[in-house]
């Protein structure tokens, strides 16, 4: 992933991103910092308008979003998603979590951008937490998810005793 492939501003508690090209797990961990946060959000606005293609991982934390913005009765608003995107999302059964717009959204550029490159240990529990917000959302994703959970949860652990050596 390039610093300019997921772009994300944040003014007044709104959280404006702009993906571009194929949205994997580099791209959510990012993303699940602002799930995980515990401020008070206003607003999500994702802009999917250049996005290619995504991988559970993302389309988990995108899951995780959604539900930290029903806890806060706020709307994650996916712009410009096509018709491949929302086929993704409506087969992990969590489509019904977003709202679809479509149209232009300004992602300023003062302060977006992500460029850090992320942990192993903190890329390992992205990946456990996303698979469980998806069986979370939808139990069908259960049988689907179970090995990549346990692989995530296994490599977290093992990470975890390597940063305590």
Known sequence: ???????????????????TGRADFEYAVPLRNIAKSSGSISGIVIDLG???AMDSTFMGVLTMLALKGRREQTAV???????????LLRDLGVIKLFTFKEGSVDVSAENAGVSEK????????????AHKALVGADSANSEKFRAVIDYADADVERL??????
Do not use: F, P, W
């Not at 992320?118 to 937490?129: K, M, N, R, W």
């Open 160 to 165: 975890k005793k390597e940063q305590n050596k």
């Open 118 to 129: 992320s942990e192993l240990l903190t890329t390992a529990e992205t990946v456990s937490e």
């Open 77 to 87: 608003e996916l712009y410009n998603a096509g018709s491949v995107l929302q086929k």
């Open 50 to 52: 250049a996005c290619t």
């Open 1 to 19: 992933m390039q610093s300019t492939d997921l772009l994300i501003s944040h003014r007044d508690n709104t959280y404006i991103v702009k993906v």
